[in-house]
C-alpha cells in the first residue's frame, strides 16, 4: 500500500484545535482511544536505510508487526509492506525488499521508540474515514530502556480523501501554532543526526549551465541508476505475486538506457571499468526480459483476438494460448526471484552504487560538453543512418534485419536523450522524431515476434487443429501489422532527419 502523510512539529504546551472545521459538509470527526505503540527500528551500523528514506521496524501490538517503508521521491508519499513475524527475527521477505539498500550489511536494532497517541479520524457525511489526525508523544529508548530524548508531533495520515483535505487539515493546525508540514520519519529524528547524512546512493543533482562532457555523462548514469534501484523492491513484489510487470520493464529500461550511455560515452570512461558493468546489465536485462516480453505477448493476445468483432476467433483456443504464456511468465518471474536473490546481483548492486557516486571518468571528460558531446552521439546515429540502418532496409527485408536497426534506433534515441539538455533544441526535436521511429520499428517486432510465438505454440500441439487454425489467423493478423509498420516508416525516418533536426550533429 502507498502511505501518504504529513507531520508537524509542536511542544508540550501545544493544544491541538477543534477538527470539524475541515470536515466536508455534513462530516464528524470521531476520537479514538488512546494507545502506546513501541516500535523497534533496524538498520546497518551506518544507518544505510534511514539516510536513504527507508525503515525496517517492528510494532508491538500490529496484527501485522513487520513494516517496511520504501521511499518513492515524493516527500510524505512512501510504500508500506507488513508481514507477520516473530518479535526478534525479521520476515526475510522483507529484509530482501531493503537489500539495494543495505547491500549484505548485517541489520540490528538502532533505536526503540515508544509512542502515546491520541487519534483522530476526520470522516464524510456517510462515516467514511477522509483522514486521520494523531497526536504523538514520543519517548526515545535505549538498549537498556532509558529514555534519551523526547518529543511531540502531530500527523496527518490519508485515507479515502484527497491532498485538498490534507492540506485543510494542516491549516487548521499551523493555525493553532503548528509548525512544519514537511515531512521527517520519528526514527529518523530519534536517530539525530546521522540518519539525515546523505544517502550512498547518488542522486541526479541537475547540470550545470556549462557542463563538462563527465558531468553529462555522470547525471546521465546517476539517472539510471537511481531508477533501476528505486524499482527493486517493487519488482521482487511482482515476481512473488505474478501480477502487474511494470517495474520489470522500467528495471529492464534502465538496464538497456545505462548500457547503451556507456557504449556512447565509450572514450570518456575507463574501458575495463565500463566493459565490466556492461557485461552485468546485459545479464541482468535478460533475466528481466524474460517475463517482460511474456507480459506482453499475453496482453497482445487478447487484443490481436478482439481486433475483428466480426471475425472471432475460438476463444477456447485463445485461452489455451494464453495457459502457455502464463506458464512462460511465471517462470520468468520464479528466475528473477532467484536473480535478485543471488551473490552475483548483490555485487552489482554495490558496483551500480559506487558508478553512481564516482563513474570512473578518462581526461577527455574535462572537456566542455557542448563540445565533446555532438560527435559522440554522431557514432550511433551513423550506424543507425548507413547501410546496415535504415537506408539498407526495404520492404523486402527479413524480420532479424528489422529487429537489428531497431537496435541501433534505440542506442541512437537514447544518445540523443542523454545530450539534450546540452545541446539543446536540436536534440529535443530529434529525440522526439526517433521516439516515433521507434514506435514503428517497435510494434514491428512486437508484431513479428507474436506471429512466430502463436505459431510456435501450435506446432507443440499437432493434434489440437482448433490451437492450429486460432494460431494462423493470429499470425496472419500480425503479419498485417508487419506490413503496416515497414509502410509507416519511410515517413517517420524522414521527419527524422530532417535538417532542424540533425544540424548539431558533426
Same mark, same amino acid.
Given at each position: 500500500?502507498?502511505?501518504?502523510?504529513?507531520?508537524?512539529?509542536?511542544?508540550?504546551?501545544?493544544? #491541538?484545535?477543534?477538527?470539524?472545521?475541515?470536515?466536508?459538509?455534513? /462530516?464528524?470527526?470521531?476520537?479514538?482511544?488512546?494507545?502506546?505503540?513501541?516500535?523497534?527500528?533496524?538498520?546497518?551500523?551506518?544507518?544505510?536505510?534511514?539516510?536513504?528514506?527507508? !525503515?525496517?521496524?517492528?510494532?508491538?501490538?500490529?496484527?501485522?508487526?513487520?513494516?517496511?517503508?520504501?521511499?518513492?521521491?515524493?516527500?510524505?508519499?512512501?510504500?508500506?509492506? !507488513?508481514?507477520?513475524?516473530?518479535?526478534?527475527?525479521?520476515?526475510?521477505?522483507?529484509?530482501?525488499?531493503?537489500?539495494?539498500?543495505?547491500?549484505?550489511?548485517?541489520?540490528?536494532?538502532?533505536?526503540?521508540?515508544?509512542?502515546? +497517541?491520541?487519534?483522530?479520524?476526520?470522516?464524510?457525511?456517510?462515516?467514511?474515514?477522509?483522514?486521520?489526525?494523531?497526536?504523538?508523544?514520543?519517548?526515545?529508548?535505549?538498549?537498556?530502556?532509558?529514555?534519551?530524548?523526547?518529543?511531540?508531533?502531530?500527523?496527518?495520515?490519508?485515507?479515502? /480523501?484527497? $491532498?485538498?483535505?490534507?492540506?485543510?487539515?494542516?491549516?487548521?493546525?499551523?493555525?493553532?501554532?503548528?509548525?512544519?508540514?514537511?515531512?521527517?520519519?520519528?526514527?529518523?529524528?530519534?536517530?539525530?543526526?546521522?540518519?539525515?547524512?546523505?544517502?550512498?546512493?547518488?542522486?541526479?543533482?541537475?547540470?550545470?549551465?556549462?557542463?563538462?562532457?563527465?558531468?553529462?555523462?555522470?547525471?546521465?548514469?546517476?539517472?539510471?541508476? !537511481?531508477?533501476?534501484?528505486?524499482?527493486?523492491? &517493487?519488482?521482487?513484489?511482482?515476481?512473488?505475486?505474478?501480477?502487474?510487470?511494470?517495474?520489470?520493464?522500467?528495471?529492464?529500461?534502465?538496464? =538497456? +538506457?545505462?548500457?547503451?550511455?556507456?557504449?556512447?560515452?565509450?572514450?570518456? #570512461?575507463?574501458?575495463?571499468?565500463?566493459?565490466? &558493468?556492461?557485461?552485468?546489465?546485459?545479464?541482468?536485462?535478460?533475466?528481466?526480459?524474460?517475463?517482460?516480453?511474456?507480459?506482453?505477448?499475453?496482453?497482445?493476445?487478447?487484443?490481436?483476438?478482439?481486433?475483428?468483432?466480426?471475425?472471432?476467433?475460438?476463444?477456447?483456443?485463445?485461452?489455451?494460448?494464453?495457459?502457455?504464456?502464463?506458464?512462460?511468465? =511465471?517462470?520468468?518471474?520464479?528466475?528473477?526471484?532467484?536473480?535478485?536473490?543471488?551473490?552475483?546481483?548483490?555485487?552489482?548492486?554495490? !558496483?551500480?552504487?559506487?558508478?553512481?557516486?564516482?563513474?570512473?571518468?578518462?581526461?577527455?571528460?574535462?572537456?566542455?560538453?557542448?563540445?565533446?558531446?555532438?560527435?559522440?552521439?554522431?557514432?550511433?546515429?551513423?550506424?543507425?543512418?548507413?547501410?546496415?540502418?535504415?537506408?539498407? #532496409?526495404?520492404?523486402?527485408?527479413?524480420?532479424?534485419?528489422?529487429?537489428?536497426?531497431?537496435?541501433?534506433?534505440?542506442?541512437?534515441?537514447?544518445?540523443?536523450?542523454?545530450?539534450?539538455?546540452?545541446?539543446?533544441?536540436?536534440?529535443? =526535436?530529434?529525440?522526439?522524431?526517433?521516439?516515433?521511429?521507434?514506435?514503428?520499428? /517497435?510494434?514491428?517486432?512486437?508484431?513479428?515476434?507474436?506471429?512466430?510465438?502463436?505459431?510456435?505454440?501450435?506446432?507443440?500441439?499437432?493434434?489440437?487443429?482448433?490451437?492450429?487454425?486460432?494460431?494462423?489467423?493470429?499470425?496472419? +493478423?500480425?503479419? /498485417?501489422?508487419? =506490413?503496416?509498420?515497414?509502410?509507416?516508416?519511410?515517413?517517420? $525516418?524522414?521527419?527524422?532527419?530532417?535538417?532542424?533536426?540533425?544540424? $548539431?550533429?558533426?
Amino acid at each position: 500500500m502507498v502511505e501518504e502523510e504529513q507531520k508537524y512539529e509542536v511542544d508540550d504546551a501545544y493544544v #491541538l484545535p477543534d477538527l470539524a472545521g475541515a470536515a466536508p459538509a455534513g /462530516g464528524r470527526v470521531r476520537a479514538l482511544p488512546p494507545v502506546t505503540l513501541v516500535a523497534r527500528y533496524l538498520d546497518t551500523v551506518d544507518l544505510r536505510l534511514a539516510r536513504a528514506g527507508a !525503515s525496517l521496524r517492528h510494532r508491538r501490538g500490529d496484527e501485522l508487526p513487520w513494516t517496511v517503508k520504501l521511499p518513492t521521491g515524493t516527500p510524505g508519499v512512501r510504500h508500506e509492506i !507488513s508481514r507477520p513475524g516473530p518479535k526478534k527475527r525479521p520476515p526475510p521477505e522483507l529484509v530482501e525488499l531493503v537489500t539495494v539498500l543495505h547491500r549484505g550489511a548485517p541489520l540490528a536494532p538502532v533505536t526503540v521508540v515508544r509512542t502515546v +497517541r491520541h487519534g483522530y479520524e476526520v470522516c464524510d457525511r456517510a462515516g467514511t474515514v477522509l483522514a486521520e489526525v494523531v497526536d504523538d508523544r514520543v519517548t526515545v529508548l535505549d538498549d537498556a530502556g532509558t529514555t534519551t530524548a523526547t518529543f511531540r508531533e502531530v500527523e496527518v495520515e490519508l485515507k479515502a /480523501g484527497d $491532498w485538498k483535505l490534507l492540506d485543510r487539515v494542516g491549516g487548521v493546525l499551523r493555525q493553532a501554532g503548528a509548525q512544519g508540514g514537511s515531512f521527517t520519519p520519528k526514527h529518523v529524528r530519534a536517530l539525530g543526526a546521522r540518519a539525515q547524512a546523505d544517502p550512498d546512493l547518488v542522486a541526479p543533482a541537475g547540470l550545470t549551465a556549462e557542463p563538462s562532457a563527465g558531468e553529462v555523462v555522470t547525471e546521465s548514469v546517476r539517472k539510471e541508476i !537511481s531508477r533501476l534501484l528505486a524499482h527493486d523492491p &517493487l519488482v521482487r513484489l511482482r515476481a512473488s505475486a505474478a501480477g502487474d510487470d511494470t517495474a520489470v520493464h522500467q528495471m529492464r529500461v534502465a538496464c =538497456r +538506457r545505462l548500457r547503451s550511455d556507456l557504449r556512447t560515452f565509450k572514450p570518456l #570512461l575507463r574501458k575495463t571499468w565500463s566493459r565490466t &558493468l556492461r557485461a552485468e546489465l546485459r545479464w541482468l536485462a535478460g533475466v528481466l526480459g524474460a517475463a517482460r516480453d511474456a507480459e506482453v505477448l499475453r496482453a497482445r493476445l487478447r487484443r490481436t483476438a478482439d481486433a475483428d468483432p466480426l471475425s472471432p476467433l475460438d476463444p477456447g483456443a485463445v485461452d489455451r494460448l494464453d495457459e502457455v504464456l502464463a506458464e512462460r511468465q =511465471r517462470r520468468a518471474l520464479t528466475a528473477i526471484d532467484e536473480t535478485l536473490r543471488s551473490a552475483r546481483y548483490l555485487a552489482l548492486v554495490g !558496483s551500480l552504487v559506487l558508478a553512481a557516486r564516482a563513474p570512473r571518468l578518462t581526461r577527455r571528460a574535462a572537456a566542455p560538453a557542448a563540445q565533446a558531446l555532438p560527435a559522440l552521439v554522431a557514432r550511433p546515429w551513423r550506424r543507425l543512418t548507413g547501410p546496415e540502418g535504415v537506408d539498407g #532496409l526495404d520492404a523486402q527485408s527479413p524480420d532479424d534485419r528489422w529487429h537489428a536497426v531497431r537496435k541501433k534506433g534505440k542506442q541512437a534515441r537514447y544518445a540523443v536523450n542523454a545530450v539534450a539538455p546540452t545541446v539543446g533544441k536540436g536534440a529535443r =526535436r530529434l529525440s522526439r522524431a526517433l521516439a516515433r521511429v521507434q514506435d514503428v520499428l /517497435g510494434e514491428h517486432q512486437d508484431a513479428a515476434v507474436a506471429a512466430d510465438t502463436w505459431l510456435e505454440i501450435a506446432a507443440a500441439r499437432p493434434d489440437d487443429h482448433e490451437l492450429a487454425v486460432t494460431a494462423g489467423r493470429l499470425a496472419e +493478423r500480425e503479419r /498485417g501489422s508487419v =506490413r503496416r509498420m515497414r509502410a509507416q516508416l519511410p515517413a517517420a $525516418w524522414h521527419r527524422a532527419t530532417r535538417r532542424r533536426r540533425t544540424s $548539431w550533429l558533426p
